[in-house]
């Protein structure tokens, strides 16, 4: 790690949309409306994998993403959780929060490449953003 400035991974910049940014993490929405997905990246550069941060930092990251997944079960009712930091195509550590229903196309099987992305309405996407931004501050 370096302490350069952090920048977001030019592919999550691409299929994300920025909710909110948290102590450490910042929230993205994917571009996906098949699935309530979020994705919480660490703004700290030069991550690669949860061990690459510090034990303040990892504590804080394990804490925003515990609570994002009571604010996604809150606001979904999923039937799972799906929490996964993988990074084999973006380096950058990042860590997906999937909702996940027994309906869902993909069910029971993992989400990535069971089918093309699904992008929101800009409607659908800005109302989305809102109500997790609100449901986060409260």
Known sequence: MTTETFILDPTLAKDTVEITKLDICLVLLIRDRTYPWLILVPAVHGLRDLDDLNPEQ????????????????????PYKMNVAALGNVVEQLHIHVIARFQGDPAWPAPVW???????????????????????LCR
């Open 58 to 77: 990892l504590q804080t990251v394990m804490a925003e993403v515990d609570h994002i997944s009571k604010v996604m079960k809150a606001q979904f009712q």
């Open 113 to 135: 490449g069971a089918h093309p992305p699904q992008d929101y309405s800009d409607a659908d996407r800005d109302h989305l953003v809102d109500q997790i931004r609100t449901a």
